[in-house]
DNA sequence: CCCAAGTGGTTTCTCATGAAACCATCGCGA
DNA sequence: TCGCGATGGTTTCATGAGAAACCACTTGGG
């Protein structure tokens, strides 16, 4: 009953309220992201999601919709990405034997070549964030995003319900 | 060196990413806040947020800048935000005796009634939400969400320096 | 074989956000 | 006192994300 940092109806404060605090706490993170891949690359995230998808081994060719499943964005967003990243030549879309309506996208060598450079970047960048984080406490924290990120996508489930 | 969540190389995962982890957790709770806001309030998390700021009672008339450094929202954000609820009648400018420039805002009668209404549902969310954290875990998660915003922030000032 | 419903993908529209330009006022130094 | 840079606030503009409408193709039942 008595969580000194849940509110007291007294002295109630924006920054100790937990959703404000995961906004600020992401917006960060995600700003420090967005900002390196664009300035070293011009890649913006949802752009360098698709390729990290792509280049990961385990997912040679894949159609968007399985994209959009794996990287949990908008169809139209993924959609978007592809094009930009086929225009400027780092995948391309293969015709897709099984079903006349979807391609096969992977990347094309150019855009190997690209994630093999990307991806240290994206490592790099998230050891730094954890510097100062003991290991114990770096699984712990992902471990609560997730738990958290359950827990809300539960509660909104009840109220559409 | 062995932190096993972290990519090793061979079987990476976007799900493992911190950045992706930590936005996919960020954006499931505040779809989760926004749509009750919304539905019960007709507010946007912009403005409850401001009400919260001018309703918490050590904050009782201030300016819009000072609103800008509280809850961290751009200034242009502030201001939208404001002139929606004024115009709901939520909230009132005063003069300011002290500078011309600005005015003081405070709620109005009606808007200290849908603050007291507001709080509790903000309050209860956080608690559902943390429905089933230890409560070292919600301290817990509550500050790696900090350090990681201040680590986060420190990056990319490095960047622009 | 044909039609209807369903699905992958694309386009269009709307809205929210942040940057930059802009206006009014303040406060300091000549 | 005048003028000029700085500051609070407002408006305008560009960009990004999601909703909905739309097209093409597939699949399953007459």
Redesign the pocket.
């Known amino acids: 009953m008595n969580d000194k940092t849940l509110a007291t109806g007294d002295e109630w404060s924006l920054s100790g309220f937990l959703p404000y605090q995961l906004s600020i706490a992401s917006?960060a993170v995600s700003d420090l992201i967005a900002e390196r891949y664009r300035k070293r690359f011009g890649l913006?995230?949802?752009e360098w999601r698709i390729m990290a998808v792509l280049g990961d081994g385990s997912q040679r060719a894949c159609?968007?919709?399985?994209?959009?499943q794996v990287t949990r964005?908008?169809?139209?967003?993924?959609?978007?990405?592809?094009?930009v990243l086929e225009e400027r030549g780092l995948i391309q879309?293969v015709p897709?034997e099984?079903?006349?309506?979807?391609?096969?996208?992977e990347l094309t060598e150019e855009g190997s070549s690209i994630h093999r450079e990307v991806m240290p970047l994206a490592l790099a960048t998230e050891r730094e964030l954890f510097d100062g984080f003991a290991p114990k406490e770096r699984a712990q924290f992902r471990e609560l995003l997730d738990r958290m990120h359950v827990r809300a996508a539960s509660l909104a489930d009840d109220r559409t319900k």
């Open positions: 917006n913006k995230v949802t159609t968007q919709q399985a994209l959009t964005m908008d169809k139209v967003a993924v959609n978007r990405a592809c094009k879309r897709n099984a079903d006349g309506r979807s391609h096969l996208l």
